[in-house]
């Protein structure tokens, strides 16, 4: 193992694999994740993902509500270098200069596209072909410090926010793993970002959560699941909410209002778009437990659920 002294920075599940993987091979002297948060009713502390694995391997963990306030402890373990991935604040200046071979973080992009909290939501929902990791420099300025390294992969019908969540996790990993050899010996290369490719992955809002009919089938069946299984896409059902989490693609041509319920099948429900319908196959109506949409059907009026509207 090498004795490099390393601060990692991270706090989804997302970064869980990554911090595993620098574990194997070098020495992290601490974790800097978020604080933590209370849930639910009974406002339960909960721990995020990055701490729990640190308090297993029985590293220091550092919580700081306001990084550019709190960072001078981070500085007490005189760090080599600093790796981020999923963190969820804007590291300061301070920390970005101290260590010998930098800041660098793992992004779950090809930057310069898709910078922001949001890339792997972002990449489904607005129909990307493929996807990465890009493996970059830290400066002031969200995501758009200088490219070490990029690796792709394919964005597939099959996937799902959950699916791609999984596969860019372990490339994250083995692409740092691969690259960190180059920066420790300094011959990593340092890629400009061009300015005029940058797209951008904010935080999913609420309002984006909700499913517009008025939309392609392709738009909405991207949306589906570009927010499945979490937070989950939902549209309204006599006044309900009702969250879907799998649909497929349709026939292309439909005759109906946008949100009508145009046809009902053994294992789904036909839903008009602006081109043709989208069909629901896992769903979870507000107050009930998710379920496959053949399931659902045996339990109402086929009938009347067919004059009914997504609103």
């Known amino acids: 193992m090498e004795k490099k002294r390393i601060v990692f920075m991270g ?38 993902p990055v701490k729990e694995l640190a308090i297993k391997r029985d590293i220091p ?14 500085l007490l373990y005189q760090p080599d ?16 200069v101290a260590p010998k071979y930098g800041c660098i973080n793992v992004h779950a992009s090809l930057l310069p596209k898709l910078r922001g909290g949001a890339p792997i939501h972002k990449a489904i929902i607005d129909g990307y072909l493929e996807t990465g990791i890009t ?48 920066i420790f010996r300094g011959e990593n290369p340092r890629i400009k970002q061009s300015e005029e490719l940058v797209t951008y992955a904010y935080n ?17 069946f991207n949306q589906i699941r570009g927010l499945s299984p979490a937070p989950g ?22 005759f109906s209002q946008t949100g009508d319920i145009v046809h009902i099948y053994k294992d789904g429900i036909g839903v008009s778009c602006l081109d043709g319908e989208i069909i629901l196959k896992e769903i979870q109506l507000e107050g009930k437990k998710k379920m496959m949409v053949r399931d659902y059907l045996n ?12 609103e």
């Open 61 to 74: 963990v550092l919580q700081p509500v306001k990084i550019k306030k709190e960072y001078e402890e981070i």
């Open 135 to 182: 493996i970059m420099y830290m400066d002031e300025k969200m995501d758009q410090g200088d490219i070490i390294t990029q690796v792709k992969t394919d964005i597939l019908d099959s996937d799902d926010l959950e699916s791609l969540h999984d596969r860019l996790s372990l490339m994250g990993r083995d692409l740092l793993l691969e690259t960190l050899p180059s």
């Open 299 to 310: 339990g109402v009026d086929r009938e009347k659920l067919k004059s009914l509207r997504m």
């Open 204 to 220: 999913i809002t609420h309002e984006e959560e909700k499913i517009d009919f008025h939309k392609s089938r392709r738009a909405v």
């Open 11 to 48: 706090t989804p599940e997302f970064s869980v694999p990554v911090l595993e993987g620098i574990l194997e091979h070098y020495h992290v002297v601490a974790v800097v994740t978020q604080p933590d948060k209370k849930i639910g009713r009974r406002q339960k502390i909960s721990f995020s």
């Open 81 to 96: 270098i600093i790796i981020t991935c999923a963190y969820g604040q804007i590291i300061p200046t301070s920390l970005l």
């Open 233 to 254: 896409a939902y549209t309204m059902l006599e006044g309900k909410t009702l969250k879907v989490y799998k649909s497929e693609i349709g026939e292309e041509k439909t």
